[in-house]
């Protein structure tokens, strides 16, 4: 696996394409541009790579148009050693971010497949991160409470479990909807029982299900 000359000046291409666009987060700005994206995709699709699109991947999911993951990661505020769960590893690209960032990354993903490909490539990269094969609207609450959680699929409503894994003044950025709209959602913790909630545009994620698929 290797990045080329030709790929990084394309990211730096794209980093401008994302300023433009509203990203001012500079931690996720240099994130992006040092994350091999193209690594993440199938080869079919390698010449897109870092065009500012979504694109398919194996089990009729997709990894993430770079805007919406650059939106994403700028509504955690990450910070260096926080503790963020991604409901959704998907290709595995949305967590290289995070740990690029320099967060602690725990990612549940529920096709095994992708799981077992993403932990390959993250791995071979060298990315850290904690890998779980399962049903993301369960989480993780033995490695929890997380200063942010990130869900990467559109739920019709917030998990209630996820909520309770929140640190109090964590956040959970979450896309909330319709299969055919969501709304950007961040959910603050701000004591035992109370949350705050802002809304931050409309997005199309694939469906968040429940249970796992071995294949």
Known sequence: MTDTFEAKGKRKKLVEELRLKGIIDEDVLRAIDIVPRHLFMDPAFLSHAYVDK????????????????????????????????E?????????????????????????RELFVKAQRTLTS???????????GYEGKPQYGPYDGIIITAAAQEIPVALLQQLKTGGRLVIPIGSSSSQVMTVVIRTGEESFEHTEHGNFIFVPMLKGTVNG
């Open 125 to 135: 990269l060298g990315y850290s991160a904690d890998f779980f094969y399962g049903d």
């Open 87 to 111: 409901i959704g590893t998907g290709s595995g690209y949305q967590a290289a971010i995070l740990a690029a960032m320099g967060a602690k990354v725990y990612t549940i993903e529920r096709h």
């Open 54 to 85: 979504a694109f398919p991947l194996t089990s009729g999911q997709t990894i993430s148009q770079p805007y919406t993951v650059a939106v994403q990661s700028s509504l955690l505020k990450v910070k260096k050693r926080d503790k963020i769960l």
